[in-house]
Every structure is written in C-alpha cells, then in structure tokens.
C-alpha cells in the first residue's frame, strides 16, 4: 500500500475538489494515513478522518440549504457575518467527537492573531478547530482557545505543507492548492456576492455602484492576490512531494458552485499526475524526506498542548 500524508488547502467553496482528489487516490490504490487541513481544507480533512467516506461528504453536501448556513450565535466575536448554521449541521454529523476520536492523524491550522503565529491545533474537540481553521478574518468570527483569537490558517499557509510534514514526514507529501495561479489570475472569477443570498437584484445592482462597494471589491481582490502569493512561495520554499492543482479557477472562494463539476476537478488533477505520485515513492525521494530539517523548528508554527 502506498501511504501518503495530504495537505489540504483552503478555497471556500472550492474545496468540493478535496472530495475528488481524496476519491481519486482511494481508487488509484494510495493510503492516506493522516491529513493536514486548512479551512475549507480543515473542514474536508476532519470530516474524512472521522470516518466519512467521499460519497458520503458528496451526498450530504449536495443536501445543504446555503441560505440557512449563513447566520450569527449570540456570542460570536464581531464580524460581517456567521456560520452558525453550517456549524450546527457539521455538529450533526461529528457530535462531540475529539481528535482521539479519528480514524487517521488529523490537525488543523489556524493564526493567533495576538501573536502572528501559525498555530497546529491537534488536541481537544473537533468542531472548535474547524471554527478556528475557516474563520476567514473580518467576515467569519474569531475563536477563542485560551488566550489565543484564532483565525483561518490561511492568513499565514493556504496550503498546511509544513504541518502535514510534522505530522509525518517519512511519507510522501501531496499537497492539493486551490489557488489560482499567477499566470491564471486575470481570466480568474473575483468574488461576489453569492446569489443563494436573498437579496432583490434592484438592490443589488444600487448597492454594487455605490463607492463603498467599490471601495471592497477592490479590498477584496487584493486581499485574494495577497493569498494566492503566500500560497506560491510557501509551496516553493516548502517543496510538497506532488503538488495538484485542480483547475477551478471559474469559481470565486463564495460563488454558488457545480458540486459534480468541482468533484470532476479534484479526480482530474490525481490522474493528471499520477506518474508524480508514483514517483514520490522512489529510492530518491525517500533519501530526500529523511534528510529534511524539522519543519517545527525555528519556524512560526506551535503545537497545542493537550492538557
């Protein structure tokens, strides 16, 4: 059996091509023996090391009324909006389950936004630290864990290469990037506001001439450039053993998505590069892995303690 350690990127609703790509390596007779996961990438990565299967993911995320996902609790730190509902359907599904709970070693990223530092949540209830992981800064809530705010891995690694090589780092390294590339960025979807959001196009369409909305847009694709840069270097100076990179580049992190075409994606990009995967197991690679320094020390990453 070939075993691997995946890297789950973050992408917002992208990240249907995580169910694909994890799909695609079962069939292909790859093993994945833990994951790394960073939002949206936390979210799938959690839900597979439960226990859950593709189908299934698929089955039930194809199930999900957008419109009610999208709301506040009563004691949310300050945002635009909440996840309230989406949080309480994934309650549904894993209950009070922990990290000693899962099938396959599991962590999540997240940042301390009073520190700067990137924080490998492995301890503790799972549903926090998929709170923590996607908790995009300034639209989504920050969680608190003791003295720590916690806000999306991907402030700081788009792609948890670093955490999935801690994890462990004798196995190949596949690392799944949501990203748009740089070379792909001008023919790119920008974000919008989703259409499940029930709001009447007239108002809409006064609300996106107005300067402060333009004023966002261009906040907002800045923000996304910023992103898509960290994720290229950090793969560059991080070096995955096989990097894909599903080509979903039609959608925006918030657009209402195709989920058998975002799933198509994700299978795509395994059998577009299954000469990599197999190579990653050669005599070469493996010298390789053993001869690279810890990714923990004198990084920014820190270990939640468990208690």
């Known amino acids: 059996m070939k075993r691997i350690t995946l890297a789950l990127g973050g992408g917002g609703i992208k990240g249907f091509a995580h169910i694909g790509v994890i799909r695609q390596l079962l069939e292909e007779g790859f093993e994945i023996s833990a994951i790394a996961g960073t939002s949206v990438g936390g979210i799938v990565g959690a839900l597979y090391a439960a226990g859950f299967s593709p189908q299934e993911m698929e089955s039930f995320y194809k199930s999900l009324d957008f419109q009610k996902m999208i709301n506040r609790a009563p004691n949310d730190a300050p945002s635009l909006v909440g996840l309230q509902g989406f949080f309480n359907f994934l309650h549904e599904k894993l209950g009070d389950m922990s990290f000693s709970d899962l099938k396959i070693p599991f962590v999540s990223t997240a940042v301390d936004i009073n520190t700067g530092r990137e924080i490998i949540i492995n301890t503790g209830k799972i549903l926090p630290a998929i709170q923590a992981t996607s908790a995009i800064p300034g639209l989504f809530p920050a969680v608190r864990m003791g003295a720590m705010d916690l806000v999306d891995g991907g402030?700081?690694?788009?792609?948890?290469?670093?955490?999935?090589?801690?994890?462990?780092?004798?196995?190949?390294?596949?690392?799944v990037s949501l990203s748009v590339p740089n070379s792909e960025w001008g023919e790119a979807e920008k974000i919008q506001v989703p259409s499940y959001v029930r709001v009447p196009d007239f108002l809409m369409q006064h609300f996106a001439q107005l300067r402060l909305s333009q004023a966002m847009k261009v906040f907002v694709d800045s923000n996304d450039i910023t992103s898509n840069m960290i994720a290229e270097l950090r793969l560059r100076i991080e070096k995955p053993d096989v990097l894909l990179h599903p080509k979903i580049y039609k959608y925006s992190i918030m657009d209402p998505i195709n989920v058998d075409e975002a799933i198509a994606y994700g299978e795509e990009s395994v059998k577009e590069s299954l000469k990599d995967l197999n190579a990653s197991f050669s005599t070469f690679k493996r010298i390789n892995r053993w001869m690279r320094p810890s990714y923990m020390k004198g990084s920014l990453l820190s270990e939640i303690k468990p208690d």
């Open 155 to 175: 402030v700081l690694d788009p792609v948890p290469v670093s955490a999935a090589r801690w994890l462990f780092p004798d196995y190949p390294i596949v690392a």
